[in-house]
């Protein structure tokens, strides 16, 4: 079995792994056991997809676990649960259900108050800052956050540090 050329993406500890899995076949040939091999392309593409994963992905996991026809306690709508009156401000479209609408919603209202934050703190939000832009900018803004709010930054904190990993 030829030996696979290693990905583009394959992050450095996981290449000493790769290094380690390759043995020498009966023939004299280098190879790769086939179980090792397999496991270890499952931890690649769990490494790859996660690092592709931005904030606004985690946003929806975290808001709807994906899903679109979600309606919220107040009416919030879409994957990203976004209010209709916040919803009108960037689109007059009513596809709630249209992940890619949804999207371009989500981050033109993030894209503003992400500036915003930028504008009075001088600097970009972290990734507990954002996702508290998104579900309390108030309260970000006025650096007084809520302990229900706080514990969801969190969650979103811990969801963006997996991507990374």
Known sequence: MALPERPRRFSGRYFHLYTRLIVHAPNGKQGLDMKAFVLLSMLMTMTIS???????????MLESGGNDYLVGKVGERSRYQVRP??????????????????????A??????????????????????????????????????SRSVAKRCERFRNLCDLAVR
Do not use: C, I
């Open 85 to 106: 009156a916040v919803w009108r401000t960037v689109t007059v479209s009513r596809a709630f259900t249209q992940p890619k609408v949804a999207r371009y919603v989500a």
């Open 50 to 60: 996660a690092s592709a994963m931005d904030r606004l992905n985690a946003l929806w």
């Open 108 to 145: 033109t209202v993030m894209d503003r108050r992400s500036r915003e934050f930028e504008v009075r703190f001088g600097r970009p939000p972290t990734d507990f800052e954002y996702y508290g832009l998104w579900n309390a900018p108030g309260e970000v803004l006025s650096r007084h956050l």
